[in-house]
């Protein structure tokens, strides 16, 4: 895109015609002037063409040659064409590359895919299981705060996890929110 506009702005400074190569070898003069808005379509043209050669060739093949019927028609006085050719030039170089969605295979009736679950029995443990993972992140932070109560959260914290990976999950849970409101309530001013 810089080459692009660096020569652009090169073309214009010296006044010599600039030229604009697709990977086809097809050269794209560029346009006259813009005095007028068939010369202002024609310069639109051909910065597609350059725009489309850079990120679909197959694409700028076809605009080029269509820029260039636009360019021969303008120079023969032939507007209204010249005009159809520029607008035909930019479809083609707006034209989407075509490219290949890979499918995904079709699941097999009475193939179930491996779904990732919670490794728990009940929703007991489950919510157990939150309460010490929450627990052991605000003893931490308790821990590295200096807060006075955080021995005694500790405490409170093993004892939860104790009553945790023995099934106690209602035991589990009370120890694991004694825990979280000791450091919340000696942290508070």
Known sequence: MRRLLLTLLLGAA?????????PTGVRVPTPPGATNSTASLLFNAMMSVARAAATNPQAATTA???????LQRYGA???????????RAMIEANTPQTTTIPTIAPLVPGEHPRIDTYPADSLAEIDADAF???ARGVVAACTTQHLPAARRAAVLLADAQTDDAAGRWFNAKVDAASAIDLCATSARP
């Open 14 to 22: 010296t006044t010599a015609v600039a030229t604009a190569q697709v």
């Open 64 to 70: 080029a040659l269509n820029y260039s019927v636009a």
């Open 77 to 87: 006085g032939d507007l209204n064409g010249a005009q159809s050719s520029a607008i």
């Open 132 to 134: 010490v993972a929450r």
